[in-house]
């Protein structure tokens, strides 16, 4: 578990070694007194005791009479800091030698090391954002695409915390009507209509759904939406790899059972990040590491949120009809999305292809395209077709989505709580009862901001970010 020290004053490279530029963060109540042994201001007679936040000051860090660089240094006064107390950055060039030796001075000084995720874990103690904005720092440092960037800047910024104030505040006001209501359970009084608060509680509940409902979005964009490429062998399954990822990834070859192995890499599309794996073909065959790679390849399709069913323009329509029906038969009941894929549209006419587009039966919310993976033919329909299966989901660009798997789970006991209030309620079950069950929802809500948490838990969270941060 990760204690926490806010007695003491941290420090930390906050920048990547390496470039041209480093940052040394420093925050704590020393702050200013340990920068004051260390850095020599250019202009002399300047007393950092009394300069304002938000000021830069040009000097040099000094180990006595050594010169350690020429640097600049920006003062963060309490409570107008990233973390909420006093703080200094210290700019200085971006050589590895030159940060190690300011973190020593810093060190030897009175400051010690933070440990990763100490700044903003001081930031959520300190009141300058909730638990699960500053979990949105740790999504904002590690955003990859277009998509996820904005999920995690909508969440930091209290998007998501306005949503579960608004529901708080509702099951907050709910509670009181039903605790005054056991106040003087003796003399009969209601407090509320109860037709009203079912109404109110269905309310809240669809919205708690809603928001945990986006988590298989959230998750996708966060995370990369994985793609299963399967087919039978020789269908051009790993040329189309190579397409999607404009590299020579996987081995192409006239031989059937070539990828006997999953192949994986990432493409952005529109925003996203997919994840795309190339697995072996699928057919019946004797070879032992053949027969494994196909296992494989049926666990991948399991995992994959888009299936791509490749075949070829040239098989026959009835034997690609029983490929794509297995793979419904063994995704049943799943939230998978199907797209046929006809490759080696250059091999015939155009007369064959409008045959086989009325022989081959896509299924309800299916697509069905027609490419040429090597003369790289349809391969953008394609993907538009991908982008479309998660932007056309029945969430807009400016709702909230969540990402974190710690929201999901403590939405879903919400959720299960206010199932049981509103049958209480409709089956008359004492109030007693109804409160144990609001109250439990309400602590569920306040897990999620932090309002009601444990060490442990924060531990947990803030041990995840990287040093610095």
Do not use: W
């Amino acid at each position: 578990m990760q204690m926490i020290r806010n007695d003491e004053t941290i420090c930390a490279p906050a920048t990547a070694l390496g470039g041209a530029v480093s940052l040394v963060r420093m925050s704590g109540q020393a702050s200013f007194e340990i920068i004051r042994t260390v850095f020599f201001p250019s202009r002399k007679n300047t007393d950092l005791s009394k300069l304002k936040g938000f000021t830069i000051i040009h000097g040099e860090i000094r180990n006595r009479d050594e010169l350690i660089d020429e640097v600049l240094i920006s003062i963060f006064r309490a409570p107008y800091s990233y973390t909420g107390e006093d703080s200094v950055e210290i700019s200085c060039h971006g050589s590895p030698f030159i940060v190690t030796r300011i973190m020593e001075l810093l060190l030897r000084n009175g400051a010690v090391a933070a440990r990763p995720g100490e700044f903003t874990q001081r930031a959520f103690i300190n009141g300058k954002m909730d638990l699960s904005q500053a979990e949105a720092v740790a999504d904002l440092v590690a955003s990859g695409t277009t998509e996820s960037h904005r999920i995690a800047i909508q969440q930091m910024r209290g998007g998501f915390s306005g949503e579960i104030a608004k529901l708080r505040s509702e099951l907050l006001r709910f509670a009181s009507l039903i605790e005054l209501e056991l106040d003087f359970g003796e003399e009969d009084v209601e407090f509320a209509d109860r037709n009203e608060l079912i109404s109110m509680i269905t309310r809240v509940k669809e919205l708690s759904d809603r928001l945990a409902g986006s988590f298989r979005l959230g998750n996708a964009i966060r995370n990369g939406i994985p793609v299963a490429i399967v087919g039978k062998p020789n269908s051009g399954k790993s040329t189309l790899l190579n397409v999607l990822l404009n590299e020579e990834k996987a081995i192409v070859s006239d031989i059937p059972g070539t990828t006997r192995d999953s192949i994986e890499d990432t493409v952005v599309i529109s925003g996203m990040m997919y994840r795309f794996i190339d697995t072996a073909g699928l057919r019946d065959t004797t070879d032992v590491i053949e027969s494994l790679g196909i296992q494989r390849t049926n666990e991948k399709i399991m995992k994959a949120s888009v299936i791509l069913m490749v075949d070829e323009v040239l098989e026959d329509a009835v034997k690609i009809n029983q490929r794509a029906e297995s793979i419904r038969k063994m995704t049943e009941g799943l939230e998978k999305h199907l797209i046929i894929v006809i490759n080696k549209t250059d091999t015939c006419d155009a007369s064959h292809i409008e045959k086989l587009k009325s022989l081959v039966m896509p299924g309800k919310a299916e697509s069905l395209l027609f490419i040429s993976a090597k003369n790289n033919q349809g391969i953008e329909t394609l993907k538009d077709s991908l982008a479309k299966l998660f932007l056309n989901e029945n969430y807009g660009r400016n709702d909230v989505i969540i990402s974190n798997l710690r929201h999901y789970e403590a939405l879903t006991h919400v959720s299960d709580s206010l199932g049981r209030v509103v049958s209480g309620l409709a089956e008359n079950v004492p109030d007693d009862l109804i409160a144990m069950d609001i109250r439990q929802a309400i602590h569920y809500l306040g897990e999620i901001t932090g309002e009601i948490t444990s060490d442990e838990i924060l531990g947990n969270i803030f041990r995840n970010f990287c040093i610095g941060k």
